[in-house]
């Protein structure tokens, strides 16, 4: 990758994307950067795989009976749905596409810790997704994502499509751990003279946090897939109870990493939106010090609440009540951080532009995400809602609705610095709207069904309450429609500006973290000069350039390099 | 509050569905509503007031045209953070202790309950009452104003009872007994779901409940419990159809068309001329030969259903699990009358005739190992 290409006219600025030709230079690349935008197309490629599954689900759903798939066909579709888009969608998104591209330039660093090795995980989320895709040519999958015991080991049972699938996730796993390291190590050693730990934005450690989980539980979840091929393949009795085991223990083990993976899923989205929602107001981030320890607050408690995925399993008693307990008290550094949300907002300079919108919509829907997880955790209420769609909501709203839209937000914010390019900011608004409405009406009819009694993985809802429920399910079609429709305008509007979009400036937001001050796109080494690090959420220093179409630093405020320099 | 409405439900009386929660038939329910109207509550005021707070921030501190430097603003405010942390924490350690109230009451069984045993098994629901001695299969009976409790085991993966309208929900787990109870408050028909995800007709694995008044109930559990003893042997082909079939609906068809088991139309026909071939290559004529396991045609129907890992059939996996001690003798016997006389109980497509001519012969076959 160190070949400098010499044909053709050099390029008036030498960036990242222009560096190195040819396809080995992308596939072999040791660039974060370039590792980052593969990550994003090939995870934006499974979003529509697992998207179009989705839909077929929906589809189903029209009628009571069932409109289009049988149940083995409808058992497929569902969890391929959520197999896909919770280990090759949800978890890599953030993290693995973002953060790969983001992390070391607003860190001040020239790439990750080990630049290999980052490669080295790109290619195993390949080989897994390939595992996963193979599932479907070789018997099928119909487990659901959780792999529950003792139906996914028994060859009576499920599919044939188990094992790749299993094997899929195991590699898949081994990607985000490496993924993971590399971030702690590089957050630990790479920070440049001038960035403290509190000096970085509140992004990074919501990254720091994840990569603590990704690193610590993820392991477990290795194992426990591990343990479940051994005893599908081979007749090992582990979790099978005809073989003299336990299936609720298969239960525990996939929770203490899953439960801890919705926070690998949720913390670098609040992550985003701590950045999204400064930048965008032009207003200093509102108890960035609260905000920054409730990321690891977030992250030690998430291993101690895997129980309440199992208040209806047969857990003991005193163990729910326990587990119940320890559940409301993640509840509240999650409705802390929106409280500071909006007090950034608060008498800031608010632009109405795609990624602010997003950033909106995130307090909107993770609002409704969070409380309905107190229906959840409350114990007498659980045992009504447990696995009715209710809680096909609650996660959704939490998963998708916050977490993707956080990620999707986070792509237009970063769009310009990774391609160089404006998007059409009219289409971003017009397809957020469709986005934010076509979620809505989605998952929150899933509310009304679920506490009416609407079973989730159910292929058909044929019985006493079908009238009850078909309306809900309509109203819920429909919205995934639209939703639909959504995304693929925004798909639209983003490829569209890559070819004709306006050239973007270094700092079109008026972002202050490292990765605003280098050129849109960065260049190979990211930084042309030494960037100045300083307090990333104070704006006040910036002004509007009109001829640069972007923010610049003001005349009146001297200049902190020197400074900053001697202070370290 | 909640236990107030304790009290009310105490009453005997159903609450109305409301947009939010299905009817309440068991004592629980306006206990458990009661909590949920008290989280949603608190959830509309915190979500009024963080949407309100958004729109209004979103619109009153736009940006404006020409708005090109900014406030430096302030950066933290202790006592406002430890009061907005310190709100919540309250709220959620009040939610908790009402959550657990109600749990408590969900979970411990009053000691004069009526119990009976359930047994889940892809993709049906059995339920044997012990004081009658009586077996129903997708239905479930029980009476009004006495705390039922159901001893539940699973046959082979996790289920979960759950009826939305007693608000009462347990997995079913193989290997270990689980248990819930209830105390029904009015009498109707309510739908009875498998919430833990089963395979194939995970969604079909329904039952319907019925209340019954105790008279009533009593009335119904005597009549059952002699259904199968009393029923004329010229009934017993269209008995099982009707009352027993219901419990191999979900895996084999009456229509010829294939699903998780063989269809039983032509089933006979192919146990008769041993036709019948098996995943191992073998026909069942080879194990029809004089003195052979099955040289009564009847004995490989029977087999089927007590031990039907036996001998699986080309073309399927072993789903099936054994009906050994849940079917008495003179209900297999129907069982195997049905299936031999099929092509009359039912027309071409499956559907059930409503006056089967069985011929004359009928009730004196398979009697032969009827012991009642």
């Not at chain 1, 509102?286 to 320890?293: R, V």
Request: glycine share 8%.
């Amino acid at each position: 990758m160190t070949t400098v290409d010499t044909r053709g006219p050099a390029p008036v600025l030498d960036n990242y994307l222009t560096h190195s030709r040819g396809l080995r230079s992308w596939l072999l690349t040791l660039d974060h950067k370039r590792i980052g935008l593969m990550y994003l197309v090939s995870v934006l490629g499974a979003f529509f795989l697992g998207g179009m599954f989705a839909l077929l689900v929906r589809t189903q759903l029209l009628t009571p009976e069932g409109l289009i798939m049988d149940g083995d066909q409808y058992n497929q579709a569902f969890t391929l749905h959520g197999a896909i888009m919770v280990f090759l969608v949800i978890i890599p998104s953030v993290p693995a596409a973002l953060g790969n591209f983001v992390l070391p330039i607003m860190l001040g660093a020239k790439d990750v810790a080990f630049p290999r090795l980052n490669l080295f995980s790109y290619w195993l989320w390949i080989v897994g997704a390939i595992f996963f895709v193979l599932s479907l040519f070789t018997g099928g999958l119909d487990t659901g994502w959780t792999f529950y015991t003792p139906y996914s080991v028994d060859q009576g049972s499920a599919m044939a499509g188990v094992i790749p699938a299993l094997t899929g996730a195991f590699i898949l796993g081994f990607s985000s751990i490496f993924t993971g390291m590399n971030f702690i190590v590089t957050i630990h050693r790479l920070r440049p003279p001038g960035m403290t730990w509190f000096r970085m934005p509140l992004f990074l450690w919501a990254i720091y946090a994840t990569a603590i989980i990704q690193v610590l539980a993820t392991p477990v979840l290795g194992i426990t897939l591990a343990l479940l091929i051994v005893e599908r393949a081979f007749g090992i009795g582990i979790f099978n109870p005809v073989l003299g085991g336990d299936p609720v223990l298969y239960q525990h083990f996939f929770w203490f990493y899953s439960h801890p993976a919705v926070y690998i899923m949720i913390l670098p989205a609040m992550g985003i939106i701590s950045d999204l929602i400064a930048v965008h107001s032009h207003r200093h981030i509102f108890g960035y010090g609260f905000i920054a320890w409730s990321s690891i607050a977030i992250a030690i408690f998430s291993f101690l609440v895997w129980g309440h995925h199992m208040f209806t399993s047969g857990q003991s008693e005193l163990v729910t009540v326990v587990f119940s307990l320890i559940t409301f008290s993640v509840a509240i550094p999650s409705a802390v951080k929106v409280f500071n949300w909006l007090a950034t907002m608060y008498k800031g300079t608010i632009s109405w532009n795609t990624p602010m919108l997003y950033g909106m919509g995130f307090i909107f829907i993770f609002t409704i995400g969070g409380l309905t997880g107190l229906h959840l955790g409350t114990l007498g209420t659980d045992i009504h809602l447990h696995d009715t769609y209710f809680v096909v909501a609650h996660f959704h709203y939490v998963m998708m609705g916050s977490a993707l839209i956080a990620f999707i937000g986070g792509i237009h914010h970063w769009w310009p610095k990774m391609t160089g390019r404006m998007y059409n900011e009219n289409w971003g608004r017009f397809a957020f709207a469709l986005v934010f409405i076509g979620f809505n009406l989605t998952f929150f009819s899933q509310f009304m069904l679920g506490s009416q009694g609407m079973p989730r993985r159910y292929a058909s809802y044929v019985g006493l309450q079908q009238d009850v429920f078909q309306p809900y399910h309509i109203a819920s079609t429909i919205g995934s429609y639209v939703l639909a429709l959504g995304f693929f305008i925004t798909a639209g509007y983003l490829i569209q500006s890559l070819i004709g979009g306006r050239r973007a400036s270094a700092n079109p937001w008026g972002g202050r973290s490292l990765e605003w001050q280098c050129t849109s796109p960065p260049p190979h080494d990211n930084f042309s000069e030494a960037p100045t690090v300083g307090d990333c959420y104070d704006f006040s220093v910036l002004r509007w350039d009109e001829q640069e179409q972007g923010y610049v630093w003001r005349e009146d405020v001297p200049h902190p390099q020197q400074e900053e320099v001697e202070a370290t | 509050m909640t236990s107030l409405l304790m009290m009310l439900a105490a009453a005997g009386t159903s609450t109305e569905a409301t947009f939010w929660m299905p009817e309440g038939a068991s004592t629980v329910a306006p206990d458990v509503d009661g909590l949920f109207d008290f989280i949603n509550l608190i959830c509309y005021i915190f979500f009024a007031l963080v949407v309100a707070a958004l729109i209004w921030f979103a619109i009153r501190y736009r940006q404006r045209k020409g708005q090109h430097t900014f406030e430096g603003g302030p950066t933290h405010n202790m006592a406002l953070e430890i009061t907005w942390t310190a709100i919540p924490t309250v709220i959620v350690v009040v939610m908790f202790i009402l959550g657990l109230q109600t749990f408590l009451d969900l979970r411990t069984s009053p000691g004069n309950a009526y119990d009976i045993n359930v047994t889940a098994q892809k993709w049906s629901w059995t339920f044997q009452h012990p004081e009658f001695a009586v077996t129903e299969a997708a239905e479930l009976t029980v009476p009004a104003n006495r705390p039922v409790r159901l001893l539940m085991g699973s046959q082979d993966v996790l289920h979960s009872l759950f009826v939305p309208a007693f608000r009462v929900k347990q997995d079913v787990v193989p290997g270990r007994y689980t248990s819930l109870w209830f105390e029904a408050t009015q009498p109707g028909t309510y739908q009875l779901y498998c919430t833990e995800y089963c395979g194939k007709d995970h969604s079909l694995m329904l039952a319907t409940v019925h209340v019954l008044e105790w008279d009533e109930f009593q009335a119904k559990m005597g009549k059952l419990a002699r259904e199968y003893e009393e029923i004329p042997e010229s009934q017993l082909p269209s008995y099982a159809l009707t009352r027993l079939y219901n419990r191999c609906a979900s895996c084999h068809t009456l229509d010829g068309s294939s699903s998780t088991g063989p269809s039983f139309k032509g089933l006979w026909e192919r146990t008769a001329e041993g036709t019948t071939v098996f995943t191992d290559g073998s026909t069942l004529a080879d194990l029809q030969k004089p003195g052979g396991v099955y040289d009564i045609p009847e004995n490989y129907i029977r087999a089927s259903l007590v031990n039907p890992q036996a001998h699986i059939v080309q073309g399927y996996t072993g789903a099936m699990p054994s009906f050994q001690g849940q079917l008495k003798e003179r209900q297999i016997d129907a069982l195997v009358l049905m299936i031999k006389h099929l092509d009359k109980l039912v027309d071409d497509q499956g559907n059930i005739l409503e006056n089967p001519d069985l011929g004359s012969e009928t009730p004196q076959e398979g009697a032969a190992d009827d012991n009642g």
